[in-house]
């Protein structure tokens, strides 16, 4: 059975939100699936996975979240070459960067080797249903992906 690792960092509980529909698609399609906050991660975690799913709220001007930062600090060096790899996250438009947490996690998985099998999804504040949809249907890609692979 191959797994997944689902990580993100929440401050409202919108990326919470999201990341508790991708997991359940997950597991839905088959996928051995662990939820987990930055906060309670360790990043060399990563490497024990067949697939990795991460989501982060931005911060102010496009930053990772602070509760983000020592997770995203424990990447540095590890070697994600032959993961399948999603990310998402929630934002706001009202600032000049939209949603800037999601393009430096999705660039720095892919420079640790990992492959983003989809376009990351990115939302403003709460995810609507169709956003939800998408979530979920990430889930399941990278599960059936995975299954396919194995």
């Given at each position: ?66 509760e983000f930062l ?81």
């Amino acid at each position: 059975m191959s797994s997944i690792l689902v990580v993100y960092a929440s401050l409202t509980g919108n990326t919470e939100e999201a990341a508790e529909v991708i997991a359940a698609a997950a597991r839905e399609a088959g996928a051995d699936t662990v939820l987990k906050e930055a906060f309670d991660a360790n990043a060399e975690e990563l490497l024990q996975y067949d697939g990795i799913i991460i989501g982060a709220y931005t911060w102010g001007d496009g930053e990772l979240p602070d509760e983000f930062l020592d997770f995203y600090d424990g990447m540095a060096g590890l070697d994600l070459t032959g993961k399948k790899a999603a990310v998402f996250g929630s934002g706001d438009t009202s600032y000049p960067i939209y949603c800037g947490a999601v393009d430096t996690i999705e660039n720095k998985l892919k420079e640790l080797g990992a492959e983003v099998v989809c376009e990351s999804l990115k939302f403003e504040y709460g995810a609507s249903s169709g956003e939800k949809e998408r979530a979920s249907e990430i889930g399941k890609l990278l599960a059936g992906l995975l299954s396919v692979a194995t």
